[in-house]
Structure formats: C-alpha cells, structure tokens
Nanobody, 126 residues
Framework: QVQLVESGGGSVQAGGSLKLSCKAS???????????LGWFRQPPGKEREAVAN???????IYSDAVKGRFTISRDHREKVLYLQMNSLTPEDTAMYYC?????????????????WGQGIQVTVSL
C-alpha cells in the first residue's frame, strides 16, 4: 500500500518560489519507478484541479495555468516526487496534493483511483 507525505509548503510573496516534495513509502523503488505520479491543487472555494503529472519514463504533462512556471520531477532512488513552483501568483494559493497510481498515466486516472497524500497548504500574497 503506497503512502504519500507532502512537505515544503508555506507562505510566499507573489513572484517567489517554493518547492514541494512528496515522499512515497510502502512500495519498492522498482515498483514505484513504473507509477504515474502527479500533483493536484484545490484553491479555496473551488474544485480540485490537476497541476502536473509524470510517468515512469519521465514524460510530463502540465496544466495551462502552470505551464512554464512549474516543474514536476521525480527521484527514483529516494522515492520522492517534486514540484518546483516559480513566479508564484495569488491564484496559485491552494491546498496541494500529490497522487500516485499504476500506469497508464493520466490526471483523470490519478484523480479517480490514485493514492493521495494528506495535502499541504501554499499561500501566495501580494
């Protein structure tokens, strides 16, 4: 049973950067290497939305809202998923969640049947 724990959230001023981490446990590196991993967020009062996902080969997909500003990456050896967030705006304020599921890799599948972390708050102020 995969377990995920996010870290690295907090408060930052607009234009700043944060790097989120998501540590996986309960799964071997060999198995996790094949997993689809992703980040989602839920802004206050809004629906949850996909941010980015990455498959076992390192192929990535980003939402239009974060493309060019955020970078998703994974460390296979340490079993950690990252989200580097640059040029943050108040619209990026949200609870951020990481998710994992076996392939194939898609945000829809992650959202529907993936394993989720507990979430971490990111707040961007002017």
């Amino acid at each position: 049973q995969v377990q995920l724990v996010e870290s690295g959230g907090g408060s930052v001023q607009a234009g700043g950067s944060l790097k989120l981490s998501c540590k996986a446990s309960g799964v071997t590196r060999y198995d996790l290497n094949r997993y689809c991993l992703g980040w989602f967020r839920q802004p206050p009062g809004k629906e949850r939305e996909a941010v980015a996902n990455i498959d076992g080969d390192g192929d990535t997909i980003y939402s239009d809202a974060v493309k060019g500003r955020f970078t998703i990456s994974r460390d296979h050896r340490e079993k950690v998923l990252y989200l580097q967030m640059n040029s943050l705006t108040p619209e990026d304020t949200a609870m951020y969640y990481c998710a994992a599921d076996k392939p194939p890799c898609s945000a829809a599948t992650l959202a529907a049947v993936g394993t989720w972390g507990q979430g971490i708050q990111v707040t961007v102020s002017l």
